[in-house]
């Protein structure tokens, strides 16, 4: 009787299970199965014992081989002509994926999650990729993530990782995309590694880089996310090249129109998901809203999210959401700014104690620091603060936000 090789033997018992519907584990799933054999018409009536099958998935002891007639007869079960073809099927596949990595267990049974399940996973996968510094290379995990195409999807496009993208996520959106060309893909990630650039100071870098994403097609349907992030680019471009001059008037008005447009758009109720990255139903309206906040354009700022608050009402409707407390923030200090309103926002901190934000405020905590600068009102507490955001820029190679602070007065006067 013929002995199997252990990969063999392995292949052959999932090929059965994937066909049975589950993993035969019981000697009553071997049972269900002999039966199934009996019936199948491709079988021919032909039988294996439960015995046989018990021994041919590990549910007892075996020293032997089996009979050329269980393989083939499994074999058949399972899809092939016969255990040969079997073989050779195995073999062909052992040959196309030599020039290929191996595929990642954990993306294999993707499909078969719920949709919420999936972000989680990727999120898992994103957490346990991440260096001990946020300058470091990417491992070599986190970069063939970015070559599968359920990786893209759940990692690379749901954990966006702002926090580590002048190190270990830069290098894996540049890897996304070497292998994911869609024009959204290719948005996405260009205008993401434009931030990262822009945030460095790293001119050189970024006017290119600017020129390139602008020259991408942008999709009819393009997701909030990556057409917002084309619009921050935009907006820090034209104040960075007329720093005391407001924004043109026509390129706010074309953003107000594009914003609109995002807000009649159908989006999935937020509470049933997760608080990603792509989920937050006006992605692009806070982009814009976070470049006005950077550029220190206020009275645009303002009324930026005032029309946020009456084009999506959704928003005002969330709680304990990273992106709705910032919008509420960036109003703040617009008001406060441009004299109309000393309303210190209350609710910043306590995001802090929730675990789930702790991947957004790893980045987005900076933002925080500059909003509560705005409003600190003693020599010490703006040193704190201070101190809090040259660290961060330090620690994360984002000098452009130590500059952002030293041009915020003295004692918050507006």
């Given at each position: 009787?013929?002995?199997?090789?252990?990969?063999?033997?392995?292949a052959l018992q999932a090929a059965v299970a994937a066909r049975f519907g589950q993993p035969l584990r019981y000697p009553?799933?071997?049972?269900?199965?002999?039966?199934?054999?009996?019936?199948?018409?491709?079988?021919?009536?032909?039988?294996?014992?439960?015995?046989?099958?018990?021994?041919?998935?590990?549910?007892?002891?075996?020293?032997?081989?089996?009979?050329?007639?269980?393989?083939?007869?499994?074999?058949?079960?399972?899809?092939?002509?016969?255990?040969?073809?079997?073989?050779?099927a195995l073999s062909q596949q052992a040959k196309a994926g030599a020039n290929h990595p191996t595929d990642i267990p954990e993306l294999l049974a993707m499909q078969?999650?719920?949709?919420?399940?999936?972000?989680?996973?990727?999120?898992?996968?994103?957490?346990?990729?991440?260096?001990?510094?946020?300058?470091?290379?990417?491992?070599?995990?986190?970069?063939?993530?970015?070559?599968?195409?359920?990786?893209?999807?759940?990692?690379?496009?749901?954990?966006?990782?702002?926090?580590?993208?002048?190190?270990?996520?830069?290098?894996?959106?540049?890897?996304?995309?070497?292998?994911?060309?869609?024009?959204?893909?290719?948005?996405?990630?260009?205008?993401?590694?434009?931030?990262?650039?822009?945030?460095?100071?790293?001119?050189?870098?970024?006017?290119?880089?600017?020129?390139?994403?602008?020259?991408?097609?942008?999709?009819?349907?393009?997701?909030?996310?990556?057409?917002?992030?084309?619009?921050?680019?935009?907006?820090?471009?034209?104040?960075?090249?007329?720093?005391?001059?407001?924004?043109?008037?026509?390129?706010?008005?074309?953003?107000?129109?594009?914003?609109?447009?995002?807000?009649?758009?159908?989006?999935?109720?937020?509470?049933?998901?997760?608080?990603?990255?792509?989920?937050?139903?006006?992605?692009?309206?806070?982009?814009?809203?976070?470049?006005?906040?950077?550029?220190?354009?206020?009275?645009?700022?303002?009324?930026?999210?005032?029309?946020?608050?009456?084009?999506?009402?959704?928003?005002?409707?969330?709680?304990?959401?990273?992106?709705?407390?910032?919008?509420?923030?960036?109003?703040?200090?617009?008001?406060?700014?441009?004299?109309?309103?000393?309303?210190?926002?209350?609710?910043?901190?306590?995001?802090?104690?929730?675990?789930?934000?702790?991947?957004?405020?790893?980045?987005?905590?900076?933002?925080?620091?500059?909003?509560?600068?705005?409003?600190?009102?003693?020599?010490?507490?703006?040193?704190?603060?201070?101190?809090?955001?040259?660290?961060?820029?330090?620690?994360?190679?984002?000098?452009?936000?130590?500059?952002?602070?030293?041009?915020?007065?003295?004692?918050?006067?507006?």
């Amino acid at each position: 009787m013929p002995r199997l090789l252990p990969p063999v033997h392995a292949a052959l018992q999932a090929a059965v299970a994937a066909r049975f519907g589950q993993p035969l584990r019981y000697p009553s799933h071997c049972d269900a199965l002999e039966a199934e054999l009996r019936q199948a018409p491709a079988m021919g009536g032909r039988r294996l014992s439960p015995s046989t099958l018990r021994r041919f998935f590990g549910l007892v002891e075996n020293e032997g081989g089996y009979h050329l007639h269980t393989l083939d007869t499994l074999a058949r079960y399972a899809g092939h002509p016969d255990f040969a073809a079997f073989g050779q099927a195995l073999s062909q596949q052992a040959k196309a994926g030599a020039n290929h990595p191996t595929d990642i267990p954990e993306l294999l049974a993707m499909q078969q999650l719920a949709y919420p399940e999936r972000l989680l996973l990727g999120y898992f996968l994103g957490r346990i990729t991440r260096p001990a510094t946020p300058t470091a290379p990417a491992p070599a995990l986190a970069l063939r993530l970015a070559a599968h195409p359920a990786g893209q999807e759940y990692y690379v496009e749901s954990f966006v990782d702002l926090a580590y993208l002048n190190g270990a996520y830069g290098q894996v959106l540049g890897a996304y995309l070497q292998h994911k060309t869609t024009p959204e893909a290719q948005l996405f990630g260009h205008c993401t590694l434009f931030l990262g650039e822009f945030l460095a100071q790293d001119e050189p870098a970024w006017q290119p880089r600017l020129a390139h994403l602008l020259a991408l097609p942008l999709p009819a349907d393009c997701h909030a996310f990556p057409h917002g992030r084309r619009a921050f680019a935009e907006l820090v471009a034209a104040q960075h090249a007329a720093p005391r001059q407001p924004l043109p008037p026509a390129l706010l008005s074309r953003l107000r129109q594009q914003a609109t447009a995002h807000a009649a758009r159908p989006v999935a109720p937020v509470a049933d998901l997760p608080a990603f990255y792509n989920l937050f139903p006006a992605g692009f309206h806070f982009l814009v809203a976070e470049a006005l906040f950077l550029t220190g354009q206020y009275e645009a700022l303002g009324d930026w999210v005032a029309a946020t608050r009456a084009e999506v009402p959704a928003v005002a409707a969330l709680e304990n959401n990273v992106y709705s407390e910032l919008l509420y923030a960036f109003e703040a200090v617009a008001a406060h700014r441009t004299g109309r309103a000393v309303h210190r926002p209350t609710r910043l901190r306590a995001l802090f104690m929730l675990d789930t934000h702790s991947w957004l405020l790893d980045y987005y905590q900076v933002h925080l620091w500059l909003v509560e600068l705005h409003f600190a009102a003693t020599a010490a507490e703006q040193q704190e603060l201070r101190g809090y955001i040259d660290t961060f820029a330090q620690r994360h190679g984002m000098p452009f936000f130590r500059q952002l602070a030293g041009q915020i007065p003295p004692a918050a006067q507006p």
